[in-house]
Each structure stands twice: as structure tokens, then as C-alpha cells.
T-cell receptor, first 113, second 114 residues
Framework: GDSVTQMEGPVTLSEEAFLTINCTYT??????LFWYVQYPGEGLQLLLK?????DKGSNKGFEATYRKETTSFHLEKGSVQVSDSAVYFC????????????FGTGTRLKVLA | KAGVTQTPRYLIKTRGQQVTLSCSPI?????VSWYQQTPGQGLQFLFE???????NKGNFPGRFSGRQFSNSRSEMNVSTLELGDSALYLC?????????????FGQGTRLTVV
């Protein structure tokens, strides 16, 4: 079945460090890929998305490239801030007329000043 | 433009009771989905509604049900509550259309079953 695998957390970094959170997927068909972020006590906010192979999603310094050959959508940021501390979820949805998302388990990021 | 609104934000119920959660989507959005978030299972899809019809359903027992009204507002109901139903329940709405695959999430309803 369709699934998303994320690297285990927590990830602890110092401010201004480089961030990579790995995400790979298994899907039948051609999924759209997403990164969502969840701050404490809040719902999920869309961080970025890519809807086809080789697309690069970017927002607030975060980037991820849809790699069909490696079925990956790794999240990167060149210089993290304390305010980036949150839980990050990789997700997919199949563009088949539904909005059923399949989420990874989430990766908690903690950035230290 | 108002976001997705879920009510109530917090709820405490006793085992065996039933509960109804409400979700008001973003104006103009006709698709509403529900998810359960727990520390052990993560985010799991419950069901999706579009134009008052259930379009997709996850692997949850029949105690979990939902509906959507003509104004796109949605409710989910859980009957005969169990301790394991304690979770954050998230609702998401989406604008139907070509290429519109983004879901907007509400802040969730935190259900505690005691």
C-alpha cells in the first residue's frame, strides 16, 4: 500500500545549522508531496508542496525536491532558527479526486540558541 | 478569510459515552477530511466528505462516523468511547479543482476519555 517513511527524531541542532529531514514514499500512481509543520498545541500548517517529478517546493527558507527516481522528498534548510522548533510531517496524496493524505510519523526538531 | 474552525477545542468524556465534534471549513471549500492524531499511531485518516457524500474512509471501527451538511460544515461522532480514543482530532478542508491538492487544517479538538 501507499506509505511515507520519515527519519526518526528528535533532531537537535544549534541555531544556524543546516537541516535535512529525510522522507521517502511508496505510492501507486503519481502522488503530490507535502511537508506540513505542527507547532505545540496547534494544527498542521502547510510548509511546502510539489505536485510532479523534479518540482521544487520552497517556503520560509525550507526547500524540498520531488525525486521520482529515488521516491524521495527530503526537507532542507540552510540555517535554522529557534523558531523552527516544531514537528515536521511529510505527506502524500494521490491526485485521484480525493484528499486522503498519508502522513509520515513526524520528525521533532529542536533548535538550540 | 477565516480558517478552518473546530469546536470544541477540548473535551473530556467518560468511557462508554458518545461525542460529536464539529468542523467549519474555509468558505467555498467543499471537501472536508478528518484525521486522528495519537502519539503511538501518528496521523491517521478517518474519512473524507464532499458535497454531503462520504468519498473515502479509513480503517476505523464503525463507532466512528461522520456527516457533512449542505453548507459543507461537517461533524464526526464517536460512540461508546474507549480510553484509546483519546487523541487530537484534526479536520481539514480543501478547495476542489484542477491541481488544488492542498488541505488546510484546523487547530483540532483534543478529546480525553477517562
Amino acid at each position: 500500500g501507499d506509505s511515507v517513511t520519515q527519519m526518526e527524531g528528535p533532531v537537535t541542532l544549534s541555531e544556524e545549522a543546516f537541516l535535512t529531514i529525510n522522507c521517502t514514499y511508496t505510492a501507486t500512481g503519481y502522488p503530490s508531496l507535502f511537508w506540513y509543520v505542527q507547532y505545540p498545541g496547534e494544527g498542521l500548517q502547510l510548509l511546502l508542496k510539489a505536485t510532479k517529478a523534479d518540482d521544487k517546493g520552497s517556503n520560509k527558507g525550507f526547500e524540498a525536491t520531488y525525486r521520482k527516481e529515488t521516491t524521495s522528498f527530503h526537507l532542507e534548510k540552510g540555517s535554522v532558527q529557534v523558531s523552527d522548533s516544531a514537528v515536521y510531517f511529510c505527506a502524500l496524496t494521490l491526485t485521484s479526486g480525493t484528499y486522503k493524505y498519508i502522513f509520515g510519523t513526524g520528525t521533532r526538531l529542536k533548535v538550540l540558541a | 478569510k477565516a480558517g478552518v474552525t473546530q469546536t470544541p477545542r477540548y473535551l473530556i468524556k467518560t468511557r462508554g459515552q458518545q461525542v460529536t465534534l464539529s468542523c467549519s471549513p474555509i468558505s467555498g471549500h467543499r471537501s472536508v477530511s478528518w484525521y486522528q492524531q495519537t502519539p503511538g499511531q501518528g496521523l491517521q485518516f478517518l474519512f473524507e466528505y464532499f458535497s454531503e457524500t462520504q468519498r473515502n474512509k479509513g480503517n476505523f471501527p464503525g463507532r466512528f462516523s461522520g456527516r457533512q451538511f449542505s453548507n459543507s460544515r461537517s461533524e464526526m461522532n464517536v460512540s461508546t468511547l474507549e480510553l484509546g480514543d483519546s487523541a487530537l482530532y484534526l479536520c481539514a478542508s480543501s478547495l476542489e479543482g484542477q491541481g488544488n491538492t492542498e488541505a488546510f487544517f484546523g487547530q483540532g479538538t483534543r478529546l480525553t476519555v477517562v
